[in-house]
């Protein structure tokens, strides 16, 4: 089985610009969790989304915003990007299992964004 | 609500010693529990987890934890560190309710030759 693709694996954008950001999970899984890592916050938790709705949102403003497609694909977009958004994207597939929760998840490499 | 903490973001041991990392959580119900690692400029893997079954658990690359709810702990171990183990270590908590996976701060594990 292919594992989790994230693309692209490495970005620059400068400030006030938008970004998207696509995952594509293992084949089958219908959940799909993002994060935010950074040296200093750790791994924050985004937003997650199971078949196309979303499930559950962490404490980011509305300018980090996310979708599912019907084939469980999923991007996120942030706007007006500023400096403080360079991290490491990852995005997590999970099966959702048989009561939709998630268990354990598999991630991808992640996209480098870096805000100048 | 689920909550995790790591001890010690920075751990050294040396090559064929004990490895102990270590990690309390907290939760309202009874939790799912996770240890990933991950490596430089690579995305999280899934060493081992805790699902209400064993409470010693072992995973892959010779790693097991260990749950006692008495201590709300779930601390890594692996009896002889190799090189190939230096890496970023993070213990991760799921409440039986809410889906979100709640990860800790990360220890990253160096071995010393």
């Known amino acids: 089985k292919a594992g989790v693709t994230q693309t692209p694996r490495y970005l620059i954008k400068t400030r006030g610009q938008q970004v998207t950001l696509s995952c594509s999970p293992i084949?089958?899984?219908?959940?799909v969790s993002w994060y935010q890592q950074t040296p200093g916050q750790g791994l924050q938790f985004l937003f997650e989304?199971?078949?196309?709705?979303?499930?559950n949102k962490g404490n980011f403003p509305g300018r980090f915003s996310g979708r599912q497609f019907s084939n469980s694909r999923s991007e996120m977009n942030v706007s007006t990007l500023e400096l403080g958004d360079s991290a490491l994207y990852l995005c997590?597939?999970?099966?959702?299992?048989?009561?939709?929760?998630?268990?354990?998840?598999?991630f991808g490499p992640g996209t480098r964004l870096t805000v100048t | 609500a689920q909550s995790v903490t790591q001890l010690g973001s920075h751990v050294s041991v040396s090559e064929g010693a004990l490895v102990l990392l270590r990690c309390n959580y907290s939760?309202?119900?009874?939790?799912?529990l996770f240890w990933y690692v991950q490596y430089p400029n690579q995305g999280l893997q899934l060493l081992l987890k805790?699902?209400?079954?064993?409470?010693l658990v072992k995973g892959i690359n010779g790693f097991e934890a260990e749950f006692k709810k008495s201590e709300t702990s779930f601390h890594l171990t692996k009896p002889s560190a190799h090189m190939s183990d230096a890496a970023e270590y993070f213990c991760?908590?799921?409440?039986?309710?809410?889906?979100?996976?709640?990860f800790g701060k990360g220890t990253r594990l160096h071995i010393l030759p």
């Open positions: 997590a597939s999970s099966s959702g299992g048989t009561s939709g929760r998630s268990h354990e998840q598999y």
């Open positions: 991760a908590v799921s409440g039986n309710r809410d889906d979100k996976i709640i």
């Open positions: 805790y699902t209400s079954a064993a409470t």
């Open positions: 939760s309202s119900v009874p939790p799912y």
């Open positions: 084949s089958g899984h219908r959940s």
């Open positions: 989304y199971f078949s196309e709705t979303q499930r």
